[in-house]
C-alpha cells in the first residue's frame, strides 16, 4: 500500500477548519499479525468511560493532522508513527460543550515496544490486540448508537485482510 497522500491530507484539514471544525487524529494501530490495538478508558473519565477507544486527540491549533497524529501516538502508548498507510475513516460529531469536529482515523504502522506500551494510566485501565474474532469486545459499556469504534476497526480489519 503506497500510504497516504499528505497534498490530499491538508486540503482535507483545510476544508474542515473552513467549516469550523476542530480537527481529530486517530491511530488504528495494525502489528505484525494483523491484530489492532485498542486501550480500555478508565472508569473516572468524563467522556465514555469504561469503553474501548483508539489512540488519538485533538490537533492543536496551528499543528498539522499528520503530525498530530504522530505526537498522539507517541504521547499515548511511546511508539514513533512509521507510516499512515490509509485514511479509513472520517465523521463530523459534536463535543459535549457543544464544539464541532471532524475525526480521521488512520491505519498506520508504527515502531518500538508493540508488547509494552507506555499508556497514560491515569486515562486509561487496559489495553489490547484485537483480531476479527475479537470485535465484539468494543461494544462493550456503547450503546447501540455509539459503535463508531466497533465500526472503524470492523472496516480496518476488512479493508487490512
Not at 492543536?60 to 511511546?78: D, K
Given at each position: ?5 499528505m497534498q ?12 469550523g ?23 473516572q473519565r ?39 498507510i490509509?485514511?479509513?475513516a ?21 515502531e ?14 487496559e ?35
Open positions: 500500500m503506497e500510504g497516504v497522500d490530499q491530507l491538508h486540503k482535507l484539514q483545510e476544508q474542515a477548519e473552513a467549516e471544525k476542530e480537527c481529530v487524529a486517530g491511530a488504528i494501530v495494525l502489528n505484525g499479525e494483523g491484530k489492532i490495538f485498542v486501550q480500555k478508558r478508565s472508569l468524563r467522556v465514555f468511560p469504561g469503553c474501548w477507544d483508539l489512540v488519538g486527540g485533538h490537533v492543536e491549533p496551528g499543528e498539522q493532522l499528520y503530525n498530530a497524529l504522530s505526537r498522539e501516538i507517541e504521547e499515548e502508548a511511546g511508539w514513533k508513527l512509521r507510516r499512515a490509509a485514511l479509513v472520517t465523521f463530523d460529531w459534536e463535543a459535549a460543550d457543544g464544539r464541532q469536529r471532524r475525526e480521521f482515523d488512520f491505519l498506520v504502522e508504527v518500538g515496544d508493540l508488547e509494552h506500551p507506555r499508556l497514560e494510566w491515569s486515562k486509561n485501565s489495553y489490547r490486540w484485537i483480531s476479527p474474532t475479537d470485535l465484539n469486545l468494543l461494544k462493550d459499556n456503547r450503546t447501540e448508537y455509539d459503535l463508531v469504534v466497533y465500526e472503524i476497526v470492523k472496516k480496518a480489519l476488512a479493508t487490512h485482510a
